[in-house]
């Protein structure tokens, strides 16, 4: 296994008109920061991780801050070296692997939703002690609640809050564009289960996405060649509901909670823009135990 440095490997996309994604990950035999577990090679560099910026002239919007100090780095010197003079961020949500890079963003405004910039603040300590650390943690500085309406220049966008994989999840709409970029709300292979107690109020959430209009979806881990090809059709969405159905199942089937992934989400695989990659087989495991301990508690 050979260890390489932090955002050596990124590449850089352009997934729509507009709209820049830097990509990281998923590369054989390849971890970026320890050979022992950790968030950043086996919660993002292992499974692909994606972000994006939103460009017009002199003007950016970069949703989430990457997986580490050097590749916030990278993404801002891209920009400036575009003619980028005005940079904000938007949060997904808080978990690490979208926040790591907040501290070069610093000076810029930073947006992220209440419960986005509640869940940092008490995670603080442990974000900041993790493995590898976050520290200083920066925190938004721009709060809103349920939706807030944005241009990058001449381009509008619309973020909207979720429950989808986590409580505080915010989705980008660029409605002239047909694109939704997803954060972590829509994952191919499968959704990573954080908050398992939570599902049936993902899939009202996920139900509630449905009903948007878009046309391709652009999420933050997935395929390098499906993101660079311009994203995903909408059958990500049915996708995710049907995992998300088939796991709280398991809960009254031992024998479908036993299932290793290629067998549990074959026919998701075949009818759905989401497709086997073999990594996301612990994932799936981690999924499945987490569902199956909730039910006991």
Known sequence: MTKLSLGSTMRLI???????????GRVDGVRIWSHEPNWLDDGAYTLGICTYAIVDGSQALVYDTHISLPHARLIRLTLEEMGVTS???????WHDDHIAGNEVFKDCEIIANRLTASALERGRADIEGGNPPIKPLVLPNRIFEDSLSLTVGAIAIELRQVEIHSHDGTVLLMPEAGLLLAGDTLEDSVTYVSE????SEHLIDLERMAGWQFDRILPNHGSFEAIEAGGYDRSFIAATEAYVRKLLACRQDPDLARQDLRTFGADIFAMTATEYFAPYE???RQNVEAVLATNSQ
């Open 14 to 24: 352009h997934p729509a008109p507009n709209l820049l994604g830097f990509y990281d």
């Open 87 to 93: 940079i904000r961020v938007v949060l997904s949500h």
């Open 196 to 199: 398992p107690e939570r599902l």
């Open 282 to 284: 612990a994932v799936h």
